[in-house]
């Protein structure tokens, strides 16, 4: 089988294409012929070992992918999913997914897909929909009706934006260019700023604290993470959950001891572990339902996969512009 192997972290010159003998799956695994698996940003940040793991190289990097399962190892389980469509995660037994077949685990290594999502939708139904719908779900379940979201006009955000208009939720949406701003506005989002201008800050505190909000979500960290913090009102928080500026994050001690306001943290896989089984069966049954609708992924081009670091140069051009596949056959 073809597989793309990272030879050191640092970025997709260090991926090599190379032959392997197609593995077995052990009691409770799955063998799946992989179909599709996007480029993400956590993608990026494994790639380059600025993710929260580094396993020693070489390794097969992939976040997520769908395929079918061609063969069960021996386990009642395993043998529920023999012949389904599945997504599968690059977390765990038999590593990332860019590669022609995969062993999985199927205690959270494969979640099946409904017969109507296509692969290509399929291989993109973890990540941000799971991620997008976690974030929905933490700000009803802290009664914010409005939210902030740095790089909103991501694949993540553009979801977090339809998901968050069809529960009520107002999302303030920071973005770093203009064409970003114009995006969101023609998708139907109300409040767009742009935190290159020179009067980001003083916008972003007005708007803040006319809707009330409370919560961000950071994907950027370094000094945006403080200038959300510094912008809402007493008692808020930002959630980071990325580091796209490779930064640390920089906020004033003043606003976390004296306008007791706090830097919280989200990993999607910690936290569908702290669900248990069945909140995260409800979860991922809901997503699926949304993948066509809320929850879409645009997809701007496909690469095979001997072509992954000329996909993954392509994607780092323009992160904005839909998500670019990698087609394992």
Not at 277 to 288: D, E, F, G, P
Not at 296 to 303: D, G, L, M
Request: aromatic content about 6%; proline content about 5%; charged content about 15%.
């Amino acid at each position: 089988m073809t597989v793309a192997v990272l030879n050191a972290y640092s970025g997709a010159d260090a991926i090599s294409i190379e032959q392997r003998p197609i593995p077995r799956p052990g009691k409770n695994e799955v063998l799946v012929k992989v179909a599709f698996s996007p480029i993400n940003p956590s993608d990026l940040a494994t790639i380059e070992g600025h993710y929260g793991f580094n396993d020693p190289t070489p390794i097969v990097p992939g976040g997520e992918g769908s395929g079918q399962v061609i063969a069960a190892g021996p386990g009642m389980m395993a043998s529920y999913f023999q012949g389904k469509q599945v997504a599968c995660t690059g977390w765990g037994t038999g590593g990332g997914v860019w590669s022609q077949y995969v062993v999985k685990s199927v205690k959270g290594g494969v979640l099946p897909l409904r017969k109507s999502l296509s692969l290509d939708q399929g291989a993109m139904s973890i990540v941000n929909p799971l991620t997008a719908s976690a974030f929905i779900a933490i700000a009803k379940e802290g009664g914010h009706k409005a939210i902030a979201m740095t790089a909103a006009a991501s694949s993540l955000g553009q979801m977090v934006n339809r998901l968050g208009r069809s529960e009520g939720i107002q999302i303030l949406n920071v973005v770093r260019r203009d064409g970003q701003v114009d995006l969101l506005k023609t998708q139907g989002s109300e409040i767009v700023l742009n935190s290159s201008d020179a009067g980001f800050e003083e916008e972003l505190r007005v708007a803040c604290h006319q809707h009330d909000t409370r919560l961000a979500f950071d994907a950027v960290a370094g000094p945006l993470t403080g200038q959300l913090l510094k912008a809402m009102p007493p008692n808020g928080q930002v959630i980071v959950f990325s580091a796209l500026s490779r930064q640390a994050v920089q906020a004033s001690p003043g606003l976390l001891i004296f306008e007791n306001k706090s830097i919280g943290n989200f990993w999607l896989g910690p936290y569908i572990g702290k669900l248990g089984i069945l909140k995260t069966m409800c979860l991922w049954k809901r997503a699926q339902q949304q993948i066509s609708g809320h929850l879409k992924s645009e997809v701007r081009k496909i690469y095979p996969l001997r072509e992954v670091q000329e996909a993954i140069r392509d994607y780092r051009s323009l992160m904005t512009g839909g998500k670019i596949l990698l087609r394992m056959s």
